[in-house]
């Protein structure tokens, strides 16, 4: 029996007094009124979380003037953050969600916030404690420029190692590491008054797809995934994680369990399954917070359906807020019409304006805006963005991460005398959107040089079989060979493999029988695929200036490698470990 509106009604805003809400009386009421009060046009916003690049007053007003419910901001300045944050505020008759992808630190929503660490970083601490000062350093200096709701943790489980977009934005591959991270950042970024979205449910790693580019596949068993995925889910929602972000990854197994009626061709990815997202995620699960889907520009959305479903599907299914716009008229547009042609029904609309409110008001926006403590200033962002106790975070982080895999004998610690004359090898990506550029190559090659090596970077030369340089070249002049990696995962690439330099991969590592050869990642864990036979290798999960400094230390000898491995750096290989 389909319930009635009235009934629709009393059920959303009862559900508000449980987990994660605990509303009280007078936080329903407002919650009632506001949608009571809301215009059709108003109410279409509100499903909406748009996302802002930049700090243009007339393109954000313009943003501001479709009413959405949400915004996401991109890194910028401390003052860009503020002004920004202060303009939709202040133009927003219903508070705003104000969202950053704060997976590793402060540095998600503003360029001088703290970076602690990649999550794979947290992981290979093998210290929850340290899961937990990420989520508070996230929470501090996320709500210091006006942050409420953080885009992290990532509960993803990198169980392959060729999936491109998981890798160090992952706590690793064994799922109970991952539960404890999971909910020690839900812990420490809630109590600071920004809400956790736990992500990518129903959890990426399993393929070697990237949802940006392709509908991705999570194809565990029923069985496995609640042992794994669902075991991770079930504690952080019970720690009182206040949103869930839906991926564009289907789970077969599930989606048949759930409506046996199912085709393949008639599999959907979570967020725009009513199988995975309502009846997997809110029903078995027991979720009651808001979902929000992940972006709706990716292609993983995309593909499955033409554009104008997709939308109100999306909300259909389960999801309370959609995230993104591909065009922001044409896609408010095709919401608009999926509730006018019942696609999205009266009853579910009013749920998910209720769980968007709700969220708000468990928030205390409401609350903020009237007593005129919401509008964060530029004064007060500065007294907590990068102070000292959250810097001696991130280096505590990085020095007790660094992971040694293996190591070949007598050649730990170096030293300048020794191994004075160093062949340093440079293996780095691009920028992107999980990847800010750095120079680490030239920082590091400036710090082995101050401590008294001589440096020379390796620069291919032309000439194939028969006219290439003699290996005398090399073993006559060099006592040490480095190889430093900073491959990043990020959106759009298929892989994090090593592209090996022209002509016929003259920088491979085909000396290590003859010179002593360090193979070092700062980034990607797995690059032993690629050299296996190197024989001393180290992994250090984020490229940074501070993580830099420790690895020095460590090679020196003046601190010890303390990280574990998170994951099975060797690819489950043997010739990997040789």
């Known amino acids: 029996m389909v319930d009635t509106q009235e009934q629709v009604i009393s059920n959303s805003l009862n559900n508000l007094r449980k987990k994660p809400f605990n509303l009280n009386d007078e936080d329903i009421q407002w919650v009632e009124k506001s949608i009571a009060d809301m215009s059709f046009e108003e109410k ?53 969600l104000i969202s950053a992808n704060l997976e590793a630190g402060g540095n998600g929503f503003v360029k001088e916030g703290t970076k602690i660490g990649s999550p794979m970083q947290i992981a290979a601490t093998n210290d929850e404690k340290m899961a937990y000062k990420l989520g508070v350093v996230c929470g501090r200096e996320g709500s210091s420029v006006g942050a409420n709701w953080a885009f992290a943790p990532i509960i993803d489980i990198d169980y392959n190692f060729r999936n491109p977009i998981t890798n160090t934005r992952t706590f690793g591959s064994e799922p109970e590491r991952v539960r404890q991270m999971g909910i020690n950042y839900v812990k420490g970024v809630q109590e600071h008054g920004v809400a956790a979205s736990i992500k990518h449910f129903p959890g990426d790693g399993v393929d070697e797809l990237d949802q940006h580019l392709v509908t991705s596949i999570n194809d565990l068993s029923c069985e496995e995934w609640d042992a794994t995925f669902g075991s991770v889910y079930k504690a952080c929602i019970d720690e009182g994680a206040m949103t869930v972000m839906v991926g564009h990854i289907m789970q077969p197994a599930y989606s048949r369990k759930l409506a046996p009626e199912l085709s393949d061709k008639d599999l959907l990815p979570a967020s725009l399954s009513y ?89 205390g926006l409401h609350k903020k805006k009237e007593n005129g403590s919401l509008l964060p200033t530029f004064e007060k962002a500065l007294e907590t963005i990068g102070v000292e106790e959250h810097k001696a975070w991130s280096i505590e982080c990085a020095d007790n991460s660094v992971t040694l895999v293996k190591e070949e004998e007598n050649v730990l610690p170096l030293s300048s005398i020794k191994h004075k004359r160093v062949l340093l090898y440079s293996i780095e990506t691009g920028e992107g959107f999980f990847h800010s550029s750095f120079d680490a190559v030239g920082t590091f090659k400036a710090m082995l040089e101050k401590e008294g090596f001589e440096v020379n970077q390796f620069d291919p030369k032309t000439g194939f079989e028969g006219m290439m340089a003699p290996n005398s070249v090399i073993l006559d002049n060099y006592d040490l060979i480095i190889y430093l990696a900073n491959m990043a995962t990020k959106s759009n690439q298929t892989t994090v493999r090593i592209e090996w330099a022209q002509p016929l991969g003259i920088n491979v590592p085909i000396y290590i029988t003859s010179i002593p050869t360090i193979f070092i990642s700062v980034e990607n864990p797995y690059h032993l695929l690629d050299v296996p036979r190197v024989k001393t290798f180290i992994n250090a999960y984020a490229s940074s200036e501070v993580v830099l400094e420790l690895i020095v230390e460590k090679l020196l000898g003046r601190s010890e490698f303390k990280g574990i491995n998170p994951i099975d750096p060797f690819c489950g290989r043997w010739d990997t470990k040789l």
């Open 44 to 96: 279409v916003g509100q499903l909406f979380c748009l996302v802002a690049f930049t700090d243009d007053t007339n393109i954000l007003k313009g943003m501001v003037a479709t009413k959405p419910g949400g915004v996401m901001l991109r890194p910028m300045s401390t003052k860009s953050a503020v002004e920004t944050v202060r303009l939709f505020q202040e133009n927003s008759k219903i508070p705003m």
């Open 275 to 363: 199988e995975l997202t309502t009846k997997l995620l809110k029903e078995e699960l027991g979720f009651n917070g808001l979902v929000v889907t992940d972006a709706s520009t990716m292609a993983g959305l995309t593909i499955p359906m033409p554009r104008e479903q997709a939308v109100p599907q999306a909300i259909a299914a389960g999801c309370d807020m959609f995230l993104f716009t591909k065009n922001l008229q044409e896609d408010y547009n095709f919401m608009r019409e999926g509730i006018e042609k019942g696609i999205i029904t009266e009853g579910r609309l009013y749920e998910a304006l209720s769980k968007i409110l709700g969220l708000k008001a468990a928030l």
